[in-house]
């Protein structure tokens, strides 16, 4: 039987919501009917960011930047769903599945502290179905985080079901606002409990705040200010002295770790460079955290898929290759489905798993002590 399913994603980027309306076949790979994406406002944007660290009256402004990106997502249902008006016979959209904002992510909690660990993502799904007609499915990460697990990556189950190869082994890298990396073993050979996935840290969220800084764009089109710039290889090393990158997995994080103070502190002694330069380092240590966090797992495989907004970044998408060499390095629109519309897909898929009363995560990825039915259903 055909269903129709919505998926929302807007990430650590801040950049604005990407959505997807799928068709899923039975268990077939899902088919994207169509997509948009709705960019944040500069003042949204802003807003949201200054909620990721505590502020005045913060729950209040909370609770309407949840109302407001809830009527974000409306927008993109809306033109999601005129999208395919023409289609009279096309099955009633079932769900949508709705990511929220994250704005804190402590999984690990505070060390003796009983319970807690927590993750939030913004977001109003009461007011979504209200807006919308439709069931919404949110609050996908705190199941997993209430048995234990980091919460995330969620996506690497989907990146299985869609990318995963009989013949090899295949490796996704997701550059987002932060970088997630799944590890997917042969189709059938393996259990999916051998897939592996974690946080590898920064993907685009120093790169993108260090060039607004300093042209005012919200990120380097094609890495083309990095290119121009030089390693500084100082620089370089002061910003992967951080523990996060040596940490085993299972591990996530977020903003929280690598925040606009974090940058600040690691570039005090630097002052004086240029911010080119600087850009052109960002860009490298994204690109080496990212391969160095592959190396354990190059033997069974030749494939690194690239997903999320940083597959546009042609001067990362090349330092990555060179992370690699023995991966062939491609978007993941050579293996059919285009860079900004996996994530979304993920959650219009992980709202399917919910409606089918299956597990989301992966306890090899998350660290939870099972699988878990994840999100809340918050029906129209
Ligand atoms: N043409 C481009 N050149 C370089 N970078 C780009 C380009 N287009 C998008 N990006 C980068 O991709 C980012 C958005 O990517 P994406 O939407 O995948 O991240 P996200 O919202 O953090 O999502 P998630 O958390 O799900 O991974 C932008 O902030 C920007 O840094
Ligand atoms: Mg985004």
């Given amino acids: 039987m055909q269903e129709r399913y919505i998926g929302l994603m807007s990430g650590t980027s801040l950049d604005g919501v990407d959505g997807v309306l799928?068709?899923?076949?039975?268990?077939?790979?899902?088919?994207?009917?169509?997509?948009?994406?709705?960019?944040?406002?500069?003042?949204?944007?802003?807003?949201?960011?200054?909620l990721n660290t505590p502020g005045h009256h913060e729950i209040h402004r909370a609770a309407l930047a949840a109302n407001q990106l809830a009527a974000v997502y409306a927008q993109v249902v809306h033109t999601l769903v005129s999208n395919t008006a023409h289609d009279a016979f096309a099955p009633k959209v079932t769900a949508i599945g709705a990511h929220g904002q994250t704005v804190r992510h402590q999984p690990k909690g505070t060390a003796d502290v009983p319970h807690s660990c927590y993750t939030v993502q913004l977001n109003n799904p009461s007011l979504l179905a209200e807006l919308t007609g439709i069931d919404v499915v949110a609050d996908f990460r705190s199941r997993d985080v209430a048995a234990g697990g980091q919460g995330a990556p969620l996506?690497?189950?989907?990146?299985?079901?869609?990318?995963?190869?009989?013949?090899?082994g295949v490796l996704v890298l997701n550059l987002g606002g932060i970088a997630n990396l799944s590890v997917l073993p042969r189709r059938n050979l393996a259990a999916a409990s051998t897939v592996l996935g974690f946080d590898c840290g920064p993907g685009n969220v120093l790169m993108d705040a260090w060039c607004l800084q300093h042209?005012?764009?919200?990120?380097?089109?094609g890495g083309a200010w990095a290119h121009s710039g030089q390693l500084l290889p100082e620089l370089l090393a002061?910003?992967?002295?951080?523990?996060?990158?040596?940490?085993?997995i299972p591990k996530s994080t977020g903003r929280d770790l690598f925040s606009l103070s974090w940058l600040a502190h690691k570039l005090a002694p630097f002052g004086n460079a240029a911010p080119a330069d600087v850009q052109h380092t960002l860009t490298e240590l994204t690109a080496r955290t990212c391969t160095e966090s592959m190396k354990p797992y190059l033997s069974d495989t030749q494939t690194l898929i690239v997903c999320g907004g940083g597959a546009f970044n042609q001067h990362l998408m090349a330092r990555l290759q060179v992370g690699v060499p023995s991966l062939a390095v491609s978007a993941s629109?050579?293996?059919?489905?285009?860079?900004?519309?996996?994530?979304?897909?993920?959650?219009?898929?992980?709202?399917?798993?919910?409606?089918?009363?299956?597990?989301?995560?992966?306890?090899?990825?998350?660290?939870?002590?099972?699988?878990?039915?994840?999100?809340?259903?918050f029906p129209a």
Avoid: C
């Avoid at 042209?215 to 089109?221: E, L, R, V």
């Avoid at 002061?238 to 085993?248: A, G, I, T, V, W």
């Avoid at 089918?356 to 099972?370: D, F």
């Fill in 215 to 221: 042209t005012g764009q919200t990120y380097d089109a």
């Fill in 238 to 248: 002061r910003l992967m002295d951080e523990p996060y990158f040596s940490e085993p």
């Fill in 22 to 50: 799928v068709t899923f076949e039975g268990d077939q790979p899902v088919h994207v009917i169509t997509s948009a994406t709705e960019a944040f406002t500069p003042l949204f944007k802003a807003e949201l960011l200054a």
């Fill in 155 to 168: 996506v690497p189950a989907f990146h299985q079901h869609l990318f995963s190869r009989p013949e090899s």
């Fill in 333 to 377: 629109d050579a293996h059919g489905l285009p860079p900004l519309q996996v994530e979304a897909t993920a959650f219009a898929w992980l709202a399917r798993q919910s409606l089918h009363r299956r597990p989301g995560n992966l306890a090899s990825v998350t660290g939870a002590a099972g699988p878990r039915l994840l999100g809340g259903i």
